[in-house]
C-alpha cells in the first residue's frame, strides 16, 4: 500500500497525507482554542445544573450508545482527552469512528461482547494470534466458542451464529500474511476483525480492503515509546456505539493521560515505522545470510518486526543481548527481543503453538530506531553465545572439543518460498 495515500479530512475539501494527518488529526481545533498542545483533562466527573437534562442525554445514551453532545458527564461515559485519540485514529484507519480502552485485551472483550449480546457467540479465527488472544477465544471464557482454520476455511467454518471472523497479519510471532480482500469475500455478511497492531495504518489500512472492525494494542506501535497502555477499535459508527455501551457497563475506560500519550505517539508513527522497518529489512537480510540463524521470517509488506529461528539454544541468544532488551511487548523506539514459546504465545497449548508455526527455536525482535549497525554487532555477539553453547561439549578426559554441525549449507526462507529475498 502507498503510505503517502491522501486521506478525507472532515475540516476541509482537499485530502492529507498520512504523515500530515498524523500529527494534525485531533488537534484541529487547538488553534482557535489559544492552544498548541493538547490540554490533558483529568476529571473524572464533570458539574452540571440541569439535572433533568442529564437525565434526557444518559437515558440516550443507554439507547443507542451514541456520542454525547454537549460538556461530558462522568469519566466512565467520555472524556475529552482520550475523544482526542480516538478521532485522530479513525482518521488514520478511514474509519467513521473508533472507540479507546485500557489495554488492547479489553478491546478485544469488548468486541466480543457486543457480537455475544445478540446472540452470535462463534468466532472463526486464523492461527496464530496474540497468546493472550488465542487464549481468550479459546477458552470460552466470555461464553464464546471459537472454531480455528486457515484462510482457505474461512467460508465452510461460517455458522448461523458466528459473530465474528478474526484473523491478525502480519501475525504475531511468525509474521505469517493474509489477504485481508480475499478473506473479507468469504467472511460474507459476518464481520471480519483485523488485528492490524503489526502493520499500523502505515503500512496498511484493513477497512479499504474489506474489513469491518480494526484492532490495536494501542500499547506497542501507536504509543511508541514503551510507557502508556491502551486499545483501540476502529470501525462504523452503529458498532463503535455498541461498544461505548460496553465499555460504561464494564469499566474498560483509556486513562486520559494514556489518551494523551497516544495521541502524542500517532503524530510521530509514520517516520517510527518507516525508519524502523528499514533497519529491519537490513536485519532480515543478514540474517538471512548468517549460517547461525535456520530460517527468517520477515512480511513482504514489511515493517519493524523480525522473526527468526536459531540452530543453537535460543535463551542463550536472550540472556546474550546487551543493547537490545530482552523483553515482551513490542513497538518502542528502543529494540526488544523475546522467546515467543517461553512468554507471549506461553499461555497457548504447546500443540496448537507448534503447529501455528511458533516454535521452540524462534525469537522474534521489534526493532527500534538504534543504528542498525550496532542493533547488529548486538546480535552477532548474542547469535556467537547460542552457538558456543549449542555446539562445544567437553570429552571424558575433560578436553573441550569444538564441534562441527555437519547441518547442509542454509536456505533461509523469508515467510515463504526460500527464493524471496529477505531485504526486499
Given amino acids: ?7 478525507a479530512t472532515s475540516t476541509t475539501t482537499r485530502t492529507r497525507a498520512l504523515a500530515t494527518e498524523a500529527v494534525h488529526a485531533g488537534r484541529d481545533d487547538l488553534a482557535a482554542l489559544g492552544l498548541h498542545a493538547p490540554p490533558i483533562d483529568l476529571s473524572t466527573t464533570y458539574p452540571s445544573y440541569d439535572s433533568r437534562g442529564e437525565a434526557e442525554r444518559i437515558d440516550t445514551f443507554a439507547a443507542t450508545g451514541a456520542k454525547l453532545d454537549g460538556p461530558p458527564v462522568y469519566a466512565r461515559l467520555d472524556n ?5 485519540f480516538e478521532t485522530a485514529l479513525a482518521r488514520l484507519e478511514g474509519a467513521e469512528s473508533a472507540v479507546s480502552f485500557a489495554s488492547g485485551m479489553a478491546a478485544l472483550t469488548a468486541v466480543l461482547l457486543v457480537r455475544a449480546s445478540m446472540g452470535l457467540r462463534h468466532v472463526v479465527a486464523v492461527r496464530p494470534l496474540y497468546g493472550c488472544s488465542d487464549h481468550l477465544l479459546g477458552t470460552g471464557l466470555l461464553g464464546t466458542e471459537v472454531t480455528w482454520t486457515d484462510p482457505a476455511g474461512i467460508a465452510e ?6 459473530g465474528l471472523v478474526m484473523v491478525e497479519t502480519p501475525a504475531n510471532p511468525t509474521l505469517a500474511e493474509a489477504d485481508i480482500r480475499a478473506i473479507a469475500h468469504s467472511c460474507g455478511s459476518v464481520p471480519l476483525l483485523v488485528d492490524n497492531t ?14 469491518r472492525i480494526v484492532l490495536h494494542s494501542a500499547t506497542k506501535y501507536l504509543g511508541g515509546h514503551g510507557d502508556v497502555m491502551g486499545g483501540v477499535v476502529a470501525c462504523d459508527e452503529e458498532f463503535a456505539a455498541g461498544l461505548r455501551q460496553v465499555r460504561f457497563a464494564t469499566g474498560g475506560v483509556l486513562h486520559p ?34 549460517p547461525r540463524v535456520a530460517r527468517v521470517h520477515y512480511p513482504k509488506l514489511g515493517g519493524a518486526m ?27 523506539v528502543d529494540t526488544l ?36 549497525e550496532d542493533l547488529w554487532a548486538d546480535l552477532c555477539q548474542a547469535l556467537s553465545s547460542q552457538e558456543a553453547g549449542d555446539r562445544t561439549e567437553a570429552d571424558p578426559h ?6 562441527v554441525s555437519g547441518r547442509p549449507a542454509r536456505t533461509a526462507a523469508v515467510n515463504g518460498p526460500a527464493s524471496h529475498p529477505a531485504g526486499r
Fill in 157 to 162: 467454518a461460517i455458522r448461523p451464529d458466528t
Fill in 398 to 403: 575433560g578436553v573441550v572439543h569444538r564441534q
Fill in 337 to 372: 527481543i523475546q522467546h515467543p514459546a517461553s512468554i507471549s504465545h506461553r499461555i497457548v497449548d504447546e500443540g496448537d503453538r507448534q503447529a501455528s508455526g511458533v516454535g521452540d527455536r524462534l525469537l522474534r525482535m521489534s526493532v527500534g530506531l538504534e543504528d542498525v
Fill in 80 to 84: 475529552p482527552t482520550t475523544a482526542r
Fill in 257 to 290: 493521560m494514556a489518551g494523551y500519550l497516544l495521541l502524542r505517539g500517532l503524530a510521530t508513527l509514520p517516520v517510527r515505522v518507516r525508519a524502523a522497518s528499514a533497519s529491519a529489512a537490513e536485519l532480515s537480510r543478514r540474517l538471512t545470510a548468517d
Fill in 198 to 211: 503489526f502493520a499500523t495504518p502505515v503500512l496498511q489500512r484493513p477497512l479499504e480492503h474489506g474489513a
Fill in 1 to 7: 500500500m502507498d503510505t503517502e495515500s491522501p486521506m
Fill in 306 to 332: 523480525v522473526s527468526f529461528e536459531v540452530y543453537g539454544d535460543p535463551h542463550r541468544v536472550i540472556s546474550a543481548v546487551r543493547l537490545i532488551t530482552p523483553a515482551v511487548s513490542l513497538g518502542s
